[in-house]
């Protein structure tokens, strides 16, 4: 295959070399079964750089591009999944392909591994053009082809002095290890461990870099929200009891409740919104809970991110 014909092929492939002008192309069809574990890397990334509070960013299967000495495509491979974990220094805005030489490699490269041992050849490129942080999974979920000494599982390859080590731990996530990796990319629902995990490395990324769940845009605009509902409602209940109950001790006393109802009305309906958006129903009694009225706002997000049902959120708040 030539460099004109590759420009013309629209499918997948592994690996393109000009000197022998061959291509080592996917022959599995894209399915499910393939596709989940990049895409699913992808949608636990994107929460831990929600709870981080700045953007980490998945660029897919794009071309990774070497050039020979005259400038000239010398070889280019394609990963099943990319990602940088700071995507404003990548520079790959209106970039056709990932160079080496001009753009930052990525942090992390998955690859995922159903019919072949990439350890036998893709993974020495890899190696060779020095990417730090490779890691390849074989999904749980088996293929009649796949071969028997291929067992599930992800290993995670670091680059130590040009040389791939497999390591338990990775380094872009520190405290994300291969295993739970593994599990979170292999579950069919997300797990209330696996969130309880991706809220931890999102807090220990944002400690290191100085951000939290303020600064992601959607997170800011719920507390936002929250904290001005709860005021504006306090302060009409408040209003409204205290008048009832008189100008003295009723004024005083309604505005506290006041307060504290429209900050627990409020803090609900948002959790409210929260769970749904993330596909977990909740029943007609949920608005009316006293559970609210007790917990704190980072308590009710940080419950309404990481649980799998109305059950676990409402135990998690202080509910029996």
């Known amino acids: 295959m030539t460099y004109d014909q590759l420009r013309r092929y629209d499918g997948r492939l592994e690996v393109w070399d000009a000197e022998s002008e061959t291509a080592w192309m ?9 596709e989940s574990p990049s895409h699913g890397l992808a949608g636990l990334v994107e929460r831990i750089a929600a709870v981080r509070g700045s953007s980490i960013k998945c660029y897919g299967s794009m071309d990774l591009l070497r050039r020979d000495a005259r400038g000239e495509p010398r070889r280019i491979m394609q990963a099943d999944q990319t990602v940088y ?5 990548a520079e790959l805005l209106g970039a056709s392909a ?3 030489g001009r753009h930052n490699y990525p942090d992390v490269v998955l690859e995922v591994d159903h019919t072949t041992d990439i350890r036998r050849g893709k993974l020495k490129l890899y190696e060779s053009w020095g990417f730090p942080e490779v890691w390849v999974e074989v999904p749980e979920h088996r293929v009649a082809s796949r071969p028997r000494g291929l067992v599930p599982g992800l290993t995670i390859h670091l680059l130590e002095d040009g040389v791939y080590r497999a390591s338990p731990e990775s380094v872009a996530f520190p405290g994300w290890r291969a295993e739970a990796i593994h599990e979170a990319m292999n579950e ?7 969130n309880e995990r991706l809220e931890r490395l999102g807090r220990g990324l944002g400690s290191r870099d100085g951000t939290g769940p303020d600064d992601d ?14 005021e504006h409602k ?8 205290g008048r009832r109950k008189g100008r003295a001790e009723g004024l005083a006393e309604g505005e506290r409740k006041g307060r504290m109802e429209g900050r627990a009305d409020t803090l609900a309906r948002v959790a409210r919104r929260m769970l749904r958006s993330r ?10 809970d006293p559970a609210f009225a007790a917990s704190s706002e980072d308590a009710v997000f940080e419950a309404a991110m990481a649980c ?5 959120f409402l135990a998690a708040i202080g509910t029996p």
């Open 308 to 312: 799998a049902d109305e059950a676990q």
């Open 234 to 241: 306090g302060r009409t209940k408040g209003l409204a009891e």
């Open 98 to 100: 990932m160079v080496v």
């Open 188 to 194: 069919a629902e997300r797990s209330v461990r696996t």
């Open 279 to 288: 596909g977990v129903e909740v029943s007609e009694g949920f608005l009316a």
């Open 217 to 230: 845009a959607l997170m800011r605009s719920l507390r936002g929200q929250s904290r001005a509902e709860g």
């Open 85 to 89: 974990l700071y995507p404003r220094r």
């Open 26 to 34: 996917v022959r599995e069809p894209t399915s499910p079964t393939h």
